[in-house]
């Protein structure tokens, strides 16, 4: 079974930093792209910020210039550095990753369990 574990989630003040980090482990042949997710009650799940092998990254334009992704291959882990939080960010923030698995090489997604970012004074 592949699974993506989160950590890295918590209870900050606005202007603050977090620090998310999702490891794929499992029967995994490669990963074509990893990235964030984040969902408040009510809305759908919209996407933060996503990078594919190769290097291409995207941002939600809400968060552009303040959070970074970042992905370490060898670790089939990815990052996500959030700074100069706000109140609005406060979200359940899930990975998601693209996986081609081990021996039948199809690619399927995958889902972390979320990690809940509360943004308040």
Do not use: H
């Amino acid at each position: 079974q592949i699974q993506l574990v989160e950590s890295g989630g918590g209870l900050v003040q606005p202007g603050g930093s977090l620090r998310l980090s999702c490891a794929a482990s499992g029967r995994i042949f490669s990963i074509n792209g990893m990235g964030w997710y984040r969902q408040t009650p009510g809305k759908e799940r919209e996407l933060v910020a996503g990078i594919i092998s190769g290097g291409s990254i995207n941002y939600a334009d809400s968060v552009k210039g303040r959070f970074t992704i970042s992905r370490d291959n060898a670790k089939n882990t990815v990052y996500l550095q959030m700074n100069s939080l706000k109140p609005e960010d406060t979200a359940v923030y899930y990975c998601n990753a693209q996986i081609i698995t081990q021996y039948e090489r199809l690619l399927y997604t995958y889902w972390g369990q979320g990690t809940q970012v509360t943004v308040s004074s």
